[in-house]
């Protein structure tokens, strides 16, 4: 799957609609927490954060094209690595909405224009991915999250 021309625009102009105070869905998350785990997230995939791994035979097989090329939403309750997640204060802790909200857009507009940078970095359960791959992830996980809050 490559990533449709308008994909970035998209996704940026969903997360920009997020505020503070939206209730989520699901899941034990805020969406100030949301918005770091993002960045946290775009910022492993691109190799500049550390990620406990978990890349056995069938994480990196079954549940990678599960995950990636099944055509159906992710459903809620999908667990994280304990370094992404910000309710159990080992991802970035929120601070101000606004700085945090600047530093999630760029993250995203940074790993979807990364490029080469993508092709082969590890992701924790899927392994090493293409840049093809490390895309739809990205696609997936941040409409998934905002999905969560309602955007």
């Not at 997020?18 to 691109?46: E, N």
Request: proline share 6%; aromatic share 10%; with cysteine.
């Amino acid at each position: 799957m490559h990533p449709k021309d308008g994909d970035l625009e998209r996704l940026a102009a969903r997360l920009n609609s997020i505020r503070s105070d939206h209730p989520r869905r699901w899941g034990r998350m805020t969406a100030h927490q949301m918005v770091c785990h993002l960045a946290d997230g775009f910022r492993m995939g691109m190799g500049a954060q550390a990620v406990s791994h978990d890349a056995h035979l069938f994480n990196r097989t079954i549940l990678k094209w599960l995950a990636l090329y099944l055509p159906v939403r992710w459903p809620p309750g999908i667990l994280t690595r304990p370094e992404l997640d910000q309710v159990k204060g080992r991802g970035t802790q929120p601070t101000d909405f606004t700085s945090d909200m600047s530093e999630a857009q760029a993250q995203l507009a940074s790993f979807w224009n990364a490029g080469a940078r993508l092709e082969g970095q590890r992701h924790p359960l899927f392994g090493p991915l293409s840049q093809a791959a490390w895309l739809r992830w990205g696609y997936l996980h941040t409409d998934h999250h905002l999905r969560q809050f309602g955007a």
